[in-house]
């Protein structure tokens, strides 16, 4: 963090009043989230934890040998038919019941700092963000020090984004789609793709090239996830290019083989299936030929080994 903890507090109060008439990310639902009245993302005044760990699973740079500080909230402002976060992320009747207060999102974070985390990983924080931020105002004066790790759908406002600046050290965005129609097909966005870039943009002017310490493990920086979707859904070769073209070449992506077709995924038949091998080499191909410099693929193998089950106690993705 490289804000003072006056500064802090005074995004903190600025983003809360906001949620009176919720423009926190960009669907600008305008509801008064401070009452608790619910639009999209369905959530309220106070955070959602559905889950928080000591995850192993994530890039390396974000894992690294003693995990990542992960918590999952609950909600999301997209719809993601293929959301391998499902059971948080859309059933929110369910998710009332793990609402805490700002005062027990601070202690979360200093219990994942006690166990040795790396860093403390915000999975799903856009809307959030007041709520986080208001959190670390707390946390921070109290000796809280981790490098937090924003990890998001990219549907982020650019406003609210600037209100993270000096405040999250490690953006960890998705590039989803580089097609609105496909994004409002299966995510519920039909701006996502100039949102989502421009969010990309403004995060890489606050953290730029990923900084790593001599353990590698990151400490400040963009890293760039892409999820390859069967029959070319995602833009693969168009979003890869883009970010060679328009942010770096230099910027560090992560090639997700992942997909495994979940919740509502059976209501569309061209990607109720995991990908072939000739659309991960068509992936493989499409990095090379983009000119980008960093990053990692997952293997092929990925889709049996990274789906969570948030219905069990305990780690979501421990067996």
Known sequence: MRISIDELQKRAARLAARLSSCDICPRECGVNRLKDERS???????????????????????????????????????RCVFCQNYQISQDSQKQESNTVSIDK??????????????????????????????????????????????????????????????????????IKYSDDKRAIKYSTASDYTLTSRDAIKEMWR?????????NGVAIRGVIIRHLILPEGVAGTSESLNWLADEISNEVTVSVLSQYCPTHDVHLFPEINRTITEKEYNEAMKAFEDSGLENGWAQEPDAPENYLPDFGKKGHPFEK
């Open 40 to 78: 999209f993302c369905r959530s309220g005044a106070l955070p959602i934890v559905s889950s928080y760990c000591v995850h192993l699973g994530e890039e390396p740079a974000i894992s690294g040998t003693g995990g990542s500080g992960t918590i999952f909230f609950g909600n999301c402002n997209l």
């Open 105 to 174: 999102l601070s202690d979360i974070m200093f219990e994942l700092q006690a166990k040795g985390c790396h860093n403390i990983n915000l999975v799903s924080p856009s809307h959030f963000v007041p709520q986080i931020v208001s959190a670390l105002a707390l946390a921070v004066p109290r000796g809280f020090n981790l490098p937090i790790v924003y990890n998001t759908n990219a549907y982020d406002s650019v406003s609210t984004l600037k209100e993270l600046d000096g405040i999250i050290d490690i953006y960890l965005p998705d």
């Open 206 to 214: 606050q953290s730029g090239k990923l900084e790593i310490d001599e």
